[in-house]
């Protein structure tokens, strides 16, 4: 929790400069790309904060209300992060069309020429890409899908910044492409649109217990079937909280195996599943049955 913490806090701070440079500096520049990677930072300092509300929450322990403690609201704290980043993106690309728009109707006055915008859009992609690689440290050790969803958003902020770092040069040294401001904003908007979405999808399947991806399912498979006497694999399904979740199994035995086998084989599968996850694994349900077709 304390690596993680630490990434937040860094993430944070980090964004709340950069918003406000951006912004400002955007604004002055009449840069429509500066102006837009700025209200991303901007959402980005909003969702750091209900990050940073959740995630104290959601180290607190088990309780009797709540026997799998609180870890499930990291998985909602990611949703709160794609939420806030899709709104983002959505404004954005509008901001983007309007321009666009006036330029086609010879509206548009394009953005000043000033070094400060090239500057500015140059730091932001070298701090983005030190941000991406120390969470992606953070989340190597924790697994946290909070930290996960941070670092998405990092590839995703880096992208937008090199974008708007290549149509800022572009409209610096060639005056005709005054076009490629308002183009790259709309381009940033549709970067954090579809970060937003995955972040979003990936953590509601997480909250609805969905099926394990066939390469897990493989895993655990293969696991329990190396005990001979285990005859078939019937059933996998798992319950996430957080990096963390429960295993619940369905196996097949012989018909005339004993209530102490089939416990022996369930304590053996149960402990070799305990050493492969072991930091991530919390408990595991096993139930066993003849295969279905000597059902009567």
């Known amino acids: 929790m304390g690596r993680s913490k630490r990434t937040i806090n860094l993430g944070l701070y980090s964004n709340v400069i950069l918003a406000i440079l951006k912004t400002v500096v955007g604004m002055y520049a009449k840069?429509?790309?500066?102006?837009?990677?700025?209200?991303?930072?901007?959402?980005?300092v909003a969702y750091y904060l209900a990050i940073k509300i959740f995630m104290k929450k959601s180290a607190e322990p088990a309780d009797?209300?709540?026997p799998y403690g609180h870890r499930q609201l990291e998985s909602i704290s990611a949703i709160v992060v794609g939420a806030?980043?899709?709104?983002?993106?959505?404004?954005?690309?509008w901001n983007a069309v309007t321009s666009i728009y006036q330029i086609a109707t010879g509206f548009y006055s394009g953005s000043e020429k000033f070094l400060i915008p090239?500057?500015?859009?140059?730091?932001?992609?070298?701090?983005?890409?030190?941000?991406?690689?120390?969470?992606?440290?953070a989340y190597v050790v924790s697994k946290n899908p909070t930290i996960k969803a941070i670092m998405n958003d990092h590839?995703?902020?880096?992208?937008?910044s090199l974008t708007v770092l290549i149509s800022i040069s572009l409209t610096y040294f060639f005056s005709d492409l005054?076009?490629?401001?308002?183009?790259?904003?709309?381009?940033?908007?549709l970067f954090i649109l579809k970060t937003g979405f995955e972040?979003?999808?990936?953590?509601?399947?997480?909250?609805?217990?969905?099926?394990?991806?066939?390469?897990?399912?493989?895993?655990v498979t293969n696991i329990i079937l190396e005990n001979k006497d285990i005859l078939g694999v019937s059933h996998i399904g798992i319950h996430k909280y957080g990096p963390q979740f429960?295993?619940?199994?369905?196996?097949?035995?012989?018909?005339?195996?004993?209530?102490?086998?089939?416990?022996?084989?369930?304590?053996?599968?149960?402990c070799a599943l305990y050493t492969k996850y072991i930091d991530t694994l919390k408990k595991v349900n096993i139930h066993y049955h003849p295969p279905k077709a000597k059902l009567n």
């Not at 090239?118 to 440290?137: E, M, N, P, R």
């Not at 972040?199 to 895993?219: A, C, G, H, N």
């Not at 102490?260 to 369930?266: A, L, N, T, V």
């Open 246 to 270: 429960v295993l619940n199994i369905t196996i097949e035995v012989d018909s005339m195996l004993t209530v102490r086998d089939g416990d022996f084989f369930c304590d053996k599968i149960e």
């Open 84 to 93: 806030f980043i899709v709104t983002t993106g959505a404004s954005i690309f």
């Open 178 to 189: 005054y076009w490629i401001d308002p183009v790259a904003g709309g381009l940033v908007a």
């Open 31 to 44: 840069s429509q790309a500066l102006i837009a990677d700025g209200i991303n930072s901007t959402s980005d």
């Open 199 to 219: 972040i979003v999808m990936e953590s509601s399947t997480d909250l609805m217990d969905s099926i394990p991806d066939p390469e897990f399912r493989e895993e």
């Open 118 to 137: 090239l500057i500015v859009a140059g730091v932001t992609v070298i701090l983005k890409i030190w941000l991406y690689f120390d969470s992606k440290k």
């Open 155 to 160: 590839i995703n902020d880096l992208l937008a």
């Open 64 to 66: 009797q209300e709540h």
